[in-house]
């Protein structure tokens, strides 16, 4: 009815009047001072072209700050761990903070450290041959601690300094046996050592040179400790002059567990300046397969790629 259609009218038109005044009193629509000066379809067309242009678009979502992951994954290569130690370096800006952190960001289950102790074997016992070897993770805890049988009967113990006797090899397990366990555990890990060399040849084995660290190889620790850079320094003289402690004493000879247990420490004294200077020594990383534009299968359609023999056959 007429009545009904003035009342629903009406009601509208109020509704639009409160709406203008608030938008009058927040400034985005002119007071109303004429009558039809402004049509309330101008009024809500003014309104719409204001809300379209002051709300933030959706479409177009701001980008994150590109942040250095705080992680690693399990399978991240020795020489990402060191380009990425030197990054979190640069962004820690020499807080000590950062510093002591570094390397719990970087998936310590990736290091570990090893000593070997040998006896002598073959003629005269000059032949060197593994008796002990330990293995300790990133804290020093022990992971790795047997006694080792020899392949060659043994003609010299060295017990003043392997600290191995006749009543140890009663309880060892066999080389093979033993070298199995060993490199099943050095496998894929940063191997910290002391003269390494020496413990990877009675392994009988070769680990990468880019993860291996050798503490008697180190310019950051015969700097740090006051020694010439090309000395040779026995991993005692560096426990006595960084760590301030004694190791190798008396006359039961070496603690192979002690000596990989230091080893470690030292490791972690310079682990950040060690690990900054070998990524800047690192080459440059090759383009990845799968991102590389040029590995592309689609260039393989080209006439350079076919056998010359399927060329001719095809003309």
Not at 55 to 65: F, M, S, Y
Not at 78 to 89: C, G, K, M, T, Y
């Amino acid at each position: 009815s007429p009545q009904a259609r003035s009342k629903k009218k009406s009601r509208k038109h109020q509704r639009f009047m409160a709406r203008r005044a608030v938008l009058e009193q927040k400034g985005l629509l002119s007071p109303h001072r004429h009558p039809g000066s402004q049509t309330p379809e101008a009024g809500l067309e003014a309104h719409t072209e204001l809300t379209e242009t002051t709300a933030p678009r959706c479409d177009k979502v701001p980008k994150p700050k590109q942040t250095v992951s705080s992680s690693l994954s399990p399978s991240a290569s020795p020489d990402s761990i060191a380009r990425h130690h030197s990054v979190l370096l640069s962004q820690g800006n020499g807080s000590s903070g950062r510093v002591r952190t570094s390397s719990l960001v970087l998936r310590p289950g990736k290091y570990v450290a090893i000593d070997c102790e040998m006896v002598g074997t073959g003629p005269q016992g000059k032949l060197s041959e593994l008796a002990r070897c330990s293995v300790v993770n990133y804290e020093g805890d022990v992971i790795y601690d047997k006694y080792v049988r020899p392949e060659l009967p043994i003609m010299d113990y060295r017990t003043r300094w392997s600290g191995i006797t006749k009543q140890h090899m009663k309880n060892a397990i066999p080389f093979k046996s033993a070298q199995a366990e060993i490199l099943k555990i050095l496998k894929d890990k940063i191997v910290v050592g002391h003269a390494i060399h020496n413990d990877f040849q009675a392994l009988k084995y070769f680990h990468p040179k880019d993860r291996t660290r050798d503490t008697s190889q180190s310019p950051a620790l015969k700097k740090r400790a006051g020694l010439p850079v090309r000395a040779n320094v026995s991993l005692k003289n560096l426990a006595r002059h960084l760590l301030h402690k004694k190791i190798q004493v008396g006359c039961k000879g070496h603690s192979s567990v002690e000596d990989a247990q230091t080893a470690m420490e030292l490791y972690r004294l310079v682990e950040v300046q060690w690990e900054k200077e070998l990524a800047h020594s690192l080459p440059p990383r090759p383009p990845s397969p799968i991102t590389d534009p040029a590995a592309d299968s689609s260039q393989y359609l080209d006439d350079q790629y076919w056998p010359t023999e399927l060329m001719a056959s095809s003309l």
